[in-house]
């Protein structure tokens, strides 16, 4: 391994804020992206001189930034270039294939345009941020990307529309990192409110929030709860976190582990199979920890010689079939790790006078490039094999498809037959998201609450009715019925329209018990009731010829009659359900109680 500091004032001896490696295909040369406080993107070739180091050469200088660079990174087949910045844009670029300089010859200078060897053009703007961006992560597959920034949100972005997938505002203070798992399942983000959230990108909820973890049993046996993660106090702006390439780990900086009194810090590995704590911890204990970068190859085990002379893998630590390398940046240090072992097998430290800001590797893993805001970029160049040796067949990964195909049959569906909210939510249910994300989607229960309220509000009595009355009723009535068990469980719609507390308020239960004749009342003399009380009393008793008896047993004399106390006590759950209904009756009749309330305030005022 060989390190050689540049000397080339990158960004006119401005602090350099990001870099990334192009990861292209056609492998013909290193083509380097930074960023910096000049408010421009440079691209650079990077290259090895006969002595091993790395030699650079400039290409192309991208103006187009109204204020600081924050991050470039570079698309996953190496087309397009996002940069981010502090005007709140995200600018991508394209390499213009013809050699005709951009027509846009404002924003930079004749000479600077002169030196350009390529040219890159602006092919999108994405704008959504009303704050500085500060991290900026694609997807595999390059159509989609996540963006953080200072407004303390992140957004999902469509990137052949070029329009938001979805806004994520949990965070309480700046998102100074996000990544995208490989796999397609998970966004993390990583905030200065000492948060770390991943989200499910298939339901856009928040998946799990890590903060907090329990420290060893003390003296008295108490456990004690500590802040995993630094506060706004960090001397960077950034918290560049990661997954692995085969998306199996999540590596989090800016981690900090109390022993004692004292404060060690940290970079933290999550598993994907459980990422509500981490697995392990790797101290740094000089700075902080700020970002961290994994190399793109797969690399084989290491092995060792048995006394037999056999070839024999070394013991791995995560037990992987093969060996992943990376990088994490403290603020003055680098510190190069593998999956195989929890010590670090590489150290570069003393290397920059000010914080370092960003890491990235090359498609070959032959260099990783550090940006340090004192304005100057450093190389760390390996020889073929000192990594270690490549795997041969890197392994398939398995990307992330929800079953996609019920739900779209589940809210055709729902469009055709508008059923009940209790049908729509089993059918949002059938998609196979862990058990975690339906814990924390609290929106999706507020909107099956609205849409079950006016129904619960016009059409109440069905919370009025037995167990064996919901059993016998007719096909008419059932949906409403589960319209007002939607926002309980559903495995047992009769069971929560009885005891769910919304109808408590709503349910006359005095009527019923001074009238226990009503209790064995059949479905089709329900019916008779309500249409007798959406009527009024002035309604015939014999309207049902085929079953008279049971409407004269339940007669409307005592409804009617009530005294105007009890009448109160039953105008104000009633009343907007028989304004709803269009029918109210005469004792509670809103219209006729304002017009007394009137002739007595004009009575007074004219004495």
């Keep these: 391994m060989k390190v050689v500091t540049c000397e080339i004032a990158w960004h006119n001896k401005e602090p350099v804020y990001s870099l990334d490696f192009q990861h292209s295909s056609d492998g013909r040369f290193h083509r380097l992206a930074t960023a910096g406080v000049d408010t421009t993107v440079r691209l650079w070739r990077v290259e090895t001189d006969p002595d091993g180091k790395a030699a650079v050469e400039f290409l192309s200088n991208l103006a187009r930034h109204t204020k600081a660079v924050n991050v470039v990174r570079f698309s996953p087949n190496g087309e397009l270039l996002a940069s ?3 005007d709140a844009a995200i600018l991508l670029w394209k390499l213009n294939d013809s050699k005709e300089p951009e027509q846009a010859l404002v924003f930079q200078d004749e000479e600077d345009d002169q030196l350009n060897k390529e040219s890159w053009t602006v092919v999108k703007t994405l704008r959504g941020h009303i704050e500085d961006v500060y991290d900026i992560c694609w997807t595999r597959d390059g159509n989609s990307m996540v963006s953080g920034s200072v407004d303390n949100t992140a957004i999902l972005w469509d990137i052949n529309k070029g329009q938001k997938l979805c806004i994520l505002n949990d965070h309480k203070s700046y998102v100074q990192g996000v990544t995208w798992d490989p796999l397609g399942q998970y966004v993390a983000t990583l905030s200065s409110d000492r948060v770390m959230r991943v989200y499910s990108t298939h339901t856009k909820k928040k998946a799990f929030s890590i903060s907090k973890m329990s420290s060893g049993p003390l003296a008295e046996g108490e456990v004690k709860q500590y802040r995993m993660f630094h506060d706004d106090s960090m001397r960077s702006f950034f918290r560049r976190l990661s997954f692995t390439p085969d998306g199996s780990f999540l590596l989090a900086p800016a981690g900090c582990v109390e022993v004692g009194e004292n404060i060690i810090n940290t970079t933290y ?6 990422l509500k704590r981490p697995i392990a911890h790797l101290p740094c204990p000089a700075k902080a920890t700020l970002a961290v970068r994994c190399c793109p190859v797969y690399f084989e085990l290491r092995t060792k010689k ?4 056999s070839v024999q893998p070394l013991p791995s630590t995560f037990k992987l079939p093969y060996r992943m390398v990376f990088a994490v940046a403290s603020e003055d240090s680098i510190l190069l790790y593998d999956t195989q072992q929890t010590l670090p097998f590489g150290l570069v430290s003393n290397i920059h006078y000010h914080t370092l800001s960003d890491v990235t590797w ?3 893993g032959s260099f990783l490039a550090v940006s340090s805001t004192d304005g100057y970029c450093s190389f760390l160049s390996f020889s073929p094999a ?9 392994p398939t990964l398995e990307m992330f498809v929800p079953n996609s195909g019920a739900e779209k049959k589940g809210k055709k569906g729902s469009v055709a037959k508008n059923p009940s909210p209790v049908s729509q939510t089993s059918g949002s249910g059938s998609a196979p998201a862990p058990t975690s994300h339906t814990k924390d989607a609290p929106p999706t229960t507020p909107l099956n609450e609205k849409k079950s309220a006016p129904c619960a509000s016009s059409k109440p009595q069905p919370r009025r009715i037995t167990l064996n009355t919901l059993e016998g009723w007719g096909k008419p009535t059932t949906p409403k019925a589960t319209a007002s068990a939607a926002p309980q469980t559903p495995k047992s719609e009769s069971t929560s329209a009885l005891s769910s507390p919304q109808a408590a308020p709503l349910t006359p239960t005095n009527p019923s018990k001074t009238q226990p004749r009503t209790r064995p009342l059949t479905p089709s003399t329900q019916k008779v009731l309500n249409s007798v009380n959406a009527a009024g009393p002035s309604m015939p008793k014999s309207t049902p010829t085929s079953k008279g008896p049971a409407p004269r047993r339940v007669s409307l004399t005592p409804v009617a009659s009530r005294s105007p106390a009890v009448g109160s006590l039953f105008a104000t759950p009633s009343s907007a359900e028989k304004a709803k209904q269009e ?14 309330s009137k002739r007595s305030k004009t009575s007074i005022t004219q004495d």
């Design 269 to 274: 590995i999550f598993s994907r199979k459980g």
């Design 386 to 394: 000192e990594l270690g040796t490549p795997l041969k067949e890197p």
């Design 583 to 596: 029918c109210p009756s005469p004792p509670t009749d809103p219209a006729c109680q304002p017009p007394e």
């Design 306 to 309: 048995g006394e037999d002379g």
């Design 362 to 364: 090359s498609r070959d």
């Design 84 to 86: 981010g910045g502090d």
